[in-house]
């Protein structure tokens, strides 16, 4: 099934004299690979499709699903900064797992795809983990003051929209480079941003605040990226 028919087609089709003239054949493929770090790593698993008018034939909008993980080592897990203050959480091990839907824009020069994309809506599911929770200066007056020096359990966020832009979502976006280096396989360099977020899990019903009454916690990412990218049949 073609995502694209209904979503762009329909935008190509009103800004250009005609119908048929100006579109050209929906591209599809999957991209396997991974982010790679120093104590961390992102296998991912990513369907798109491309479309775009035969007048810029160079210009391609695209659609799809990524299916990703993201595991790292030792970590700290930040609040909102409120106030000036910014509480942490520190985690021996970080995990998720997601599944996205995705936008992206490329444009193709010879044999090479210049992209970015970005997820707009995931799922996301991760064990729970335990971060401590560390205040060198109390706060007599803090909201987390009942869980100072204290281990508190946390999970990531289930239900995740725009993690580009909004913090207390988790997600992944991309910039990269496709060679094609045949008809129907190549390689893909990148770079993958992406964001984690914990929420702190409920102790007895009650939720659990830090200070300035956060339950999230999140980080930012960056990894360098490689993946063989297969083209699939129109």
């Keep these: ?30 991209d396997v690979g991974t982010g790679i ?30 299916a990703w993980g993201y595991y790292g080592g030792r970590d700290n897990l930040s609040t909102e900064r409120i106030a000036g203050v910014k509480d ?20 193709s020069f010879w044999k ?14 991760g064990s729970k983990r335990h971060g401590y929770y560390e205040k060198p200066i109390p706060d007599p007056d803090g909201t987390g003051k009942p869980h100072y020096d204290q281990w508190l359990a946390g999970k990531p966020t289930m239900f995740n929209a725009l993690p580009l832009a909004l913090r207390r979502n988790t997600g992944q976006s991309e910039a990269f480079v ?3 280096a045949g008809r129907k396989v190549g390689v893909k360099l990148g770079y993958t941003y992406g964001r984690l977020t914990y929420t702190t899990k ?20 960056g990894l360098p990226y490689v993946a063989l990218a297969f083209a699939l049949e129109d």
């Design 202 to 221: 409920k102790i007895d019903g009650f939720n659990v605040y830090l200070d300035n009454s956060q339950r999230h916690v999140s980080k930012t990412y």
């Design 112 to 125: 090479l795809d210049f992209g970015v994309n970005t997820d707009l809506l995931g799922f996301t599911y």
């Design 37 to 66: 770090g120093s104590n961390s790593w992102a296998p991912s698993i990513m369907y798109h499709e491309e479309l775009g008018p035969q007048r810029l034939p160079w210009l391609r909008l695209g659609l799809g699903f990524r």
């Design 1 to 30: 099934m073609k995502i694209l028919k209904g979503l762009i087609l329909i935008l190509l089709l009103n800004t250009t004299s005609t119908h048929a003239q100006y579109t050209s054949p929906i591209a599809a493929g999957v």
């Design 178 to 180: 496709r060679f094609r």
């Design 88 to 107: 942490y959480l520190e985690y021996r091990d970080v995990s998720v797992n997601g599944i996205s839907f995705l936008a992206g824009v490329s444009v």
